[in-house]
């Protein structure tokens, strides 16, 4: 309405020019009368009166405007220039449909009643027959265009509001399914606690505050007490509708101590809250035994003569000092776990990390790590990534390897993970970046060397920037080393690792993806991060003896290719394997048939040739 009152007084110049009798006092019609019906206007819009009728509202007022002008500016005496100037009365015409949104019903009246008053106003002018049929001709075919035209755009606004409603149940639609699967996805079918899943997702969110308050957090591992037993005299269903009982007693003391439960797997079950000390950690855990135990399930079939089923629970809680992680803090909660069983079942108990009987067989593993580096247990050894097509050594990984103090080896896949929950991979994973940097980028060993390094050490304060020291003390190019992570952590739930990765983009270190395909993130990876290589895990590979084999295998390296990556087929062992990853267009791949692993010192009697000097920067 505004701007329509705008283009109706504008016109008034016209008048002033065109008709130098009766302008002026047509121009001022013009004015009172526009600010008027605006003034209307604009008091139902802040009397919030409904929509229907402001537009009946602005309706009335474009045929008052167009009729109120006319009966002022018909009585000049320049009939000529008034008969042709009524040709612009067609905007009054189109107006309720450009100006306004009128229901069709309403634009076809309005649009009607003015063309209608143009005509009789034309047939009292004093022209000619001629020009009266010709003006009244135009007026009625511009009224035929502008009711096409209403019925055109109210046509279409009716399209879109289908649309739009349409896509607002669609998103509707989509959002409320995306809940239900992130609820499917969190919940365990069986008991509808959280599962092991949301369980971590849970505790990550706990360890992040327990980062900036230092306000402890209490673990416990509870297991339902001889369930095998159970299950075997009741049956499956009756073990299943006992794993719910228990569920819903555990959910209501954990809800009464604001804390989180969930389903570990099988009979065990996990929670934790903040508490202030021991003493509230054994508390908790003494509610959550009662509560079960007030059930009073019938069990027959136990060999302690209680009668009824209980649990048995571990405690355990972040100190200062350890690592906050949920591996490492559940680690110790089972260990207290097995000595609530030892000592009788329905009981809790604390893990206490200066009792004696609170050791485990990782103790041993911890402690020969914790003096690795001074006793010399500790050493790398290094296998080399060669290009297909020439054989050129394009890096070389490292692995890590600890002996006993009786020299017998002791498998990375034993040492790794209590070097990770000890907190004993930081120390560790920092020599091996700089030993691998001095023996194979200083030693002119290779162009490039790559080092796996593990979540714990991602989060570690200050990783990027120790990085950053080693590579300008050594004078080594970021791009001469290589970081591999594997696919197994689940950086989606650590936001941390994801900032710490980027950082160590932006200083030109390379991101390379390893063992892809045998974790449960590894697309997820792919999405969030560009990596400079991705490393197809050799268990592919070792598949391909199969059709179905091969074309998995094929279908991994497209997916790979169409994500613009570079690639490294692992597990090459034999001439068939290095004939197939040729062919499948591989260009670079690890495994015993280019070389094993080996100490730096017999690295160069290799199978392969290095270049002659490392990739160093300029000093």
């Not at 002026?24 to 009397?47: D, K, Y």
């Not at 030892?342 to 809790?348: F, L, P």
């Not at 009987?357 to 050894?381: F, N, T, Y």
Request: glycine share 6%; with cysteine.
């Amino acid at each position: 309405m505004r701007a329509a009152v705008a283009c109706f007084i504008s016109f008034g110049l016209f008048d002033l020019w065109l008709f130098a009798d009766v302008g002026h006092i047509s121009a001022t019609t013009r004015i009172v009368l526009g600010l008027t019906i605006l003034a209307i206007v604009e008091w139902q819009v802040t009397r919030h009166v409904a929509v229907h009728l402001i537009n009946l509202t602005c309706a009335v007022g474009l045929f008052a405007a167009a009729a109120a002008w006319a009966l002022v500016a018909r009585s000049t005496i320049h009939q000529d220039t008034f008969a042709l100037f009524l040709v612009f009365g067609t905007v009054f015409v189109v107006s309720s449909s450009l100006f306004f949104r009128f229901r069709f019903a309403v634009s076809a009246g309005c649009s009607s009643a003015i063309t209608a008053l143009l005509c009789a106003v034309v047939a009292a002018t004093g022209v000619s027959f001629d020009t009266k049929l010709v003006l009244n001709a135009y007026f009625l075919v511009f009224l035929w265009f502008a009711l096409y035209l209403s019925w055109q755009l109210t046509f279409e606004r009716y399209a879109t509001f289908l649309n739009e409603t349409r896509a607002r149940i669609n998103e509707k639609a989509a959002r409320d399914k995306g809940r239900q699967l992130a609820r499917i996805a969190n919940t365990d079918h069986l008991t509808g606690l959280r599962n092991r899943r949301a369980v971590v997702c849970e505790y990550a969110q706990y360890r992040e505050r327990w980062n900036k308050d230092r306000r402890p957090i209490g673990v416990l591992l509870i297991d339902v007490d001889h369930f095998k037993a159970f299950n075997d005299r009741y049956g499956h269903q009756a073990g299943d509708n006992c794993l719910v009982g228990v569920a819903h007693a555990l959910k209501l003391a954990a809800d009464a101590h604001d804390a989180i439960v969930g389903r570990y797997g099988g009979e065990e079950f996990i929670a934790f809250c903040h508490v202030d000390d021991a003493q509230a950690l054994l508390g908790f855990a003494e509610a959550m035994r009662e509560a079960v135990e007030a059930l009073e399930v019938q069990h027959a079939e136990r060999s302690d003569g209680m009668g009824i089923v209980t649990v048995s629970i571990g405690a355990s809680m972040t100190r200062v000092g350890t690592s906050p992680e949920l591996e490492r803090v559940s680690s110790e909660a089972d260990r207290a776990l097995y000595l609530a069983k030892a000592d009788g079942r329905n009981r809790s108990h604390h893990f206490d990390p200066d009792a004696p009987e609170s050791w485990h067989p990782d103790h041993g593993i911890a402690e020969l790590l914790a003096r690795a580096l001074a006793d010399d247990l500790v050493s790398l050894v290094y296998q080399p990534i060669v290009a297909t097509d020439t054989g050129r050594l394009c890096a070389v990984e490292t692995l890590m390897r600890l002996r006993d103090d009786d020299g017998a080896p002791i498998s990375p896949a034993a040492f790794i993970p209590v070097a990770e929950r000890t907190g004993l991979i930081g120390e560790l994973g920092r020599w091996a970046l700089r030993r691998a940097c001095t023996d194979i980028l200083v030693g002119g060993v290779a162009e490039r060397v790559s080092v796996n390094v593990s979540a714990v050490q991602l989060r570690a304060p200050g990783f990027p920037m120790y990085v950053a020291r080693l590579l300008g003390e050594l004078r080594l190019h970021p791009s001469s080393l290589a970081l591999e992570i594997t696919e197994g952590i689940d950086i989606s739930l650590d936001a941390h690792i994801l900032d710490v990765i980027r950082s160590l983009k932006a200083l030109g270190v390379q991101i390379w993806l390893d063992d892809f395909g045998t974790g449960y993130a590894g697309l997820q990876w792919l999405q969030m991060i560009t990596f400079d290589v991705v490393k197809v895990d050799r268990c592919f590979l070792h598949r391909i003896d199969t059709d179905d084999g091969q074309l998995f295998l094929q279908d991994v390296l497209q997916l790979l290719r169409n994500r613009d990556l570079r690639v490294v087929v692992e597990g090459v062992e034999t001439d068939d394997h290095l004939a197939f990853v040729r062919s499948a267009g591989v260009g670079m791949a690890q495994g015993y048939l280019m070389g094993r692993p080996q100490p730096v010192c017999q690295f160069s009697k290799a199978p392969h040739h290095p270049p002659e000097d490392a990739r160093r920067a300029p000093s």
